[in-house]
């Protein structure tokens, strides 16, 4: 179970993610994020990691895709500081 939770603020978009990102939810999340980015309007968008606590190999390669787009992803816990160290290190940004 994933719980999807939209922060909607005049200097940014926050989507809070809280569960597990596995299977059926990874397609839920992308979906969430594609409608977030649509309503930015130059604000920053950010992805709340902080109550997630199991990824899946597809959420993982999500979250490579959501951190290349820009949007940046915050996390709190030790498993899930490491994910993003992981993704950092496999899909480095080009700028």
């Given at each position: 179970m994933l719980r999807?939770?939209?922060q909607d603020r005049p200097e940014q978009?926050?989507?809070?993610?809280?569960?597990?990102?596995?299977?059926?939810w990874v397609v839920e999340v992308e979906n969430a994020w594609r409608t977030a980015r649509a309503i930015?309007?130059?604000?920053s968008l950010y992805?709340?990691?902080n109550a997630v606590d199991h990824v899946d190999g597809?959420?993982?390669y999500l979250l490579a895709l959501i951190a290349c787009s820009g949007t940046r992803l915050?996390?709190?816990?030790?498993e899930m500081k490491d994910l993003?160290?992981?993704i950092a290190?496999?899909?480095?940004?080009h700028g």
């Amino acid at each position: 179970m994933l719980r999807i939770t939209v922060q909607d603020r005049p200097e940014q978009v926050t989507l809070k993610l809280e569960g597990q990102l596995i299977g059926a939810w990874v397609v839920e999340v992308e979906n969430a994020w594609r409608t977030a980015r649509a309503i930015l309007f130059g604000r920053s968008l950010y992805l709340d990691l902080n109550a997630v606590d199991h990824v899946d190999g597809a959420g993982k390669y999500l979250l490579a895709l959501i951190a290349c787009s820009g949007t940046r992803l915050m996390a709190s816990g030790p498993e899930m500081k490491d994910l993003l160290q992981a993704i950092a290190k496999e899909w480095p940004l080009h700028g």
